[in-house]
């Protein structure tokens, strides 16, 4: 049914992600080039802002409306995560479905992959009549309270 779903390979690599946007007939324009670059060195969930600024303190000269327009590209062609936050969209290298560890304190996004036992997924499906085809988990917590904190004795 969803035959475009199912014959794209998930992006692993850099070289990947500009190989598919050669598949999409995207131009794999210099700033196109350097926003990927960045994504798949940084391996981190950034703001549009973020990215502005760390290509220009890499010496790569990108205007905002570029930045802007490549991200929205991008995560439009699914070649690259977009996050919708409350402050803000971030953008992350990978764009297959993966679950998220949000932490509350820092707001750092840490990338999981992790597979639901077969029970739990037959459960959901049974409860609510909806085959699984993907999911991705939002996991909320403290990095900063670490479980054995104040159990020394
Ligand atoms: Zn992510």
Redesign the pocket.
Known sequence: MKTTEASRKPIKSLDDALARCQELGMRVSRQRRYILELLWEKKE?LSAREIYDLLNQQGKEIGHTSVYQNLDALSAGEII?C?ERSDGRLY?N?SDS?S?VNCLDTNQ?I?LRIELPPELLQKIEVETGVKITDYRIDFFGYKNSAPAKGTEQ
């Open positions: 969930h995560e996050v992350g990978i993966h998220h996004i990338d």
